[in-house]
């Protein structure tokens, strides 16, 4: 059986300013930049990238766990090039994950990343069709 997610987004202003719900979560500012928006919150394609980084980092930090290595810290910065006609969605996105581990090492995190890519982040695997995604990866020891 299928798992159902919810999610609602409310326009709250004259513009495009919206509250965005899922659950009983804290909600979240959505606007555009101006002159469409007044530029009060994220905008849909940087909720995207969050949405993708934490999906990938879930995922990387539990393979490794699994594979019984330390995660002490993870930080994922993506950064994506929009196309410039429209629909003006992502035509490249980059990924730097930054894992600090006292053991793991470089075959370790490549596994995890190919891992995620391939069959456990589903927002990586649903647009890894449709847009040209590229990673690298720092180890910090602590």
């Not at 629909?87 to 006292?102: A, N, Q």
């Amino acid at each position: 059986m299928s798992q159902q997610l919810t999610a609602s987004a409310e326009m709250v202003n004259q513009k495009v300013k919206f509250i965005g719900t899922s659950g009983s979560n804290p909600e979240i500012t959505l606007d555009y930049t101006p002159p469409i928006g007044d530029g009060e919150g994220y905008t849909s394609l940087e909720l995207f990238l969050v949405s993708l980084a934490s999906c990938a980092g879930t995922s990387i930090a539990s393979l490794l766990r699994q594979m019984r290595k330390d995660v002490s810290g993870l930080k994922i910065n993506v950064n994506g090039n929009r196309r410039e006609q429209h629909p003006t969605g992502f035509e490249k996105i980059h990924m730097v994950i930054i894992l600090k581990s006292k053991d793991a090492l470089e075959s370790d995190v490549k596994k995890a990343i190919s891992l995620s890519e391939e069959s456990i982040c589903p927002v990586w695997n649903m647009i890894k069709h449709n847009v040209e995604i590229s990673n690298e990866y720092e180890i910090v020891r602590v």
